[in-house]
């Protein structure tokens, strides 16, 4: 499939908070011209740590905020500035899990309530609801069913308030979920059948997903492929294979050697550990302060984008 026909295409993707210094009034860019493309039934996985803009971009996706410039573009429609009835539209065929299941449930609602909500809100046609929300419990496996739709989400498992954020996700009859850091609040044991969860779900309905996530190791594990962010900016794509063989960017490769079982040995690179410079108007490289191979005009000059090999590019100006 080509780029052309991607489900997903976002170019230029550009978003603006004020933030208050005390003298005057000043921008930072989370997301600062970033494009990517996602195909139907495709896992982009986007990693980057803390603070690099991940749930930003997912954020602009659903439109929750609004991106100061650049265009979003779903199913062929153009969604960057589309407001009210649209945007109502809109949110049936993409959705998110959160991060945190507990803190996105409502603590006064039963699962099936959960459930029932957004097929009241989304389905035009009608439906036997009942049937429904038993469907969907038993794809998201919240068995058994009876007993589990009258539970209130404290009485839950972790795992299983994110399958309820799931379900209700999927009750929208999306083509597309974001995903935003869905497994890092979990217990490492249930971690993986959430993924396995969501893979089946890609198969069984062509979705598409954004997989928001700061872990490498799970990223490879979902992601067909890989997107490294870095301060608002994309340092390098590829799929996950050879991201993990031959990471190019130096921000890839420390990530690399951070994350357990990587493969990779040796000393961490030296660098310091302060957070990306985000004010609007910065120049160079944003990984500059922290690479190990830094030199004056990573400071000074946007690195270019180089496609290494195909489909596998990456912003840098000492990649070959
Ligand atoms: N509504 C907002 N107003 C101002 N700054 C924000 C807002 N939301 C996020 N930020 C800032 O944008 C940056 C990126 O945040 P975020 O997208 O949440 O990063 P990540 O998900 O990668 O941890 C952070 O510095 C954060 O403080
Ligand atoms: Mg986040």
């Known amino acids: 499939m080509s780029e052309q026909d991607s489900l997903v295409k976002v170019e230029n993707l550009l978003v603006r908070f004020p933030v208050n ?36 971009i997912g954020k602009a996706l659903l439109r929750i905020i609004e991106p100061a410039s650049g265009t979003i573009e779903v199913g062929g429609q153009d969604v960057t500035h589309i407001k009210r009835g649209a945007l109502k539209e809109y949110r049936k065929n993409v959705q998110m899990v959160f991060q945190d299941p507990f803190g996105s449930l409502n603590p006064t609602r039963t699962v099936e309530k959960h459930v029932i909500y957004p097929l009241k809100k989304h389905q035009t046609e009608r439906i036997d609801i009942d049937q429904r929300v038993d469907e969907l419990m038993q794809q998201v496996g919240l068995t058994p069913v009876d007993e589990t739709r009258i539970k209130y989400p ?40 959430i993924l396995k969860l969501m893979n089946q779900l890609r198969e069984d309905y062509n979705l598409a997903y954004l997989y928001i996530t700061h872990d490498l190791a799970s990223a490879r594990y979902f992601g067909h ?33 951070a994350t357990p079982g990587s493969g990779i040995r040796g000393p961490l690179p030296e660098t310091s550990n302060r957070a990306p410079n985000l004010v609007e108007g910065r120049k160079g490289c944003p990984f500059a302060d922290r690479c190990p191979i830094v030199t004056d005009i990573c400071r000074e000059e946007a690195p270019p984008v180089v496609e290494v090999s195909t489909g596998h590019s990456a912003a840098c100006h000492h990649v070959a």
Do not use: C, W
């Open 21 to 56: 210094d005390g003298k005057r009034k000043v921008y930072i860019n989370p997301v600062d011209y970033v494009s990517f493309h996602i195909n139907a039934g495709e896992v982009l996985a986007l990693v980057g740590e803390s603070g690099s803009g991940k749930s930003t």
């Open 154 to 193: 404290h009485e839950l498992s972790g795992g299983q308030r994110q399958r309820v954020a799931i379900a209700r996700a999927l009750a929208a009859n999306p083509k597309f979920l974001v995903a935003d850091e869905p497994i890092s609040m979990l217990d490492v044991s249930i971690r993986a059948g």
């Open 225 to 257: 492929r890989i997107m490294v962010l870095y301060g608002g900016k994309i340092m390098e794509t590829a799929s996950g294979e050879e991201l993990i063989r031959h990471p190019s960017h130096p921000y890839t490769k420390l990530l690399l050697a």
